[in-house]
């Protein structure tokens, strides 16, 4: 457990600075001890985008270019969303993208130099959810996009079954004022994990982004 001014840091939330607008919230992000994340990563990989953003999208965590970059759905993954989200009629420029999780979590093979993702567990999602909260409360989004399980999971609850209410307008639980819609689809790297389905879940996936546009519209 890593320290923050004399006191343990029992995830990102003494890492959070009140009254900050998304520059100096970036900045303290950068500085995040929140879990043990940080220890392997390169940098915090913080979202992006402007405040007066309709709509944000949160994945999972960076990936191993957002790693390297230090910006969200700069890979392959983000290759696909931003097709996706041309396909359904959404300006990405006026969107926000985040993730969950804040650092890239890896395990690289013994016999191996390229890291290999391995999923956030939900303590680290809870730790890091402090910033992903501050995000949505200075945005103040119509819409949220929850890009796979574990990004659904950190919004609308470790109960939440992406299976089951893929595509569904919902309402975000949590502080009041936060107030939006929330819809739940597939991370944009599991079209690229869909092998010969991968056209399919490519169509799941603009789907459920046309129920977005409707809201936005």
């Known amino acids: 457990m890593t ?60 990936g191993d270019q957002e790693d390297r970059q230090g910006r969200p759905f700069v890979g392959p993954a983000g290759k696909v969303l931003t097709r996706a989200l041309e396909a359904a009629g959404i300006d990405q420029a006026e969107s926000y993208v985040t993730n969950a999780v804040k650092h890239f979590k890896f395990v690289v093979p013994e016999r191996g130099k390229r890291r290999i993702h391995k999923p956030p567990s939900l303590s680290e999602v809870s730790a890091c959810k402090p910033w992903l909260l501050a995000e949505l409360e200075l945005i103040g989004p119509e819409v949220v996009v929850a890009l796979g399980a574990t990004a659904a999971k950190s919004l609308l609850g470790s109960s939440f079954r992406l299976t089951r209410h893929r595509g569904e307008v919902l309402t975000l639980p949590g502080p009041d004022d936060i107030t939006a819609n929330v819809v739940a689809t597939i991370h944009p790297s599991a079209v690229l994990r869909a092998g010969e389905n991968r056209e399919a879940a490519y169509e799941d996936l603009v789907a459920d982004l046309r129920v977005v546009a409707r809201l936005l519209a």
Do not use: I, K, M
Not at 11 to 23: Q, S, T
Not at 25 to 54: I, M
């Open 3 to 62: 320290t923050h001014g004399g006191r343990q840091a029992l995830g990102a939330g003494p890492y959070v600075p009140d009254g900050a607008d998304l520059p100096a919230l970036r900045r303290a992000a950068a500085d995040c001890r929140g879990c043990p994340l940080y220890r392997d990563a390169t940098q915090t990989v913080f979202g992006s985008g402007e405040a007066s953003a309709r709509l944000v999208l949160v994945g999972e965590q960076p």
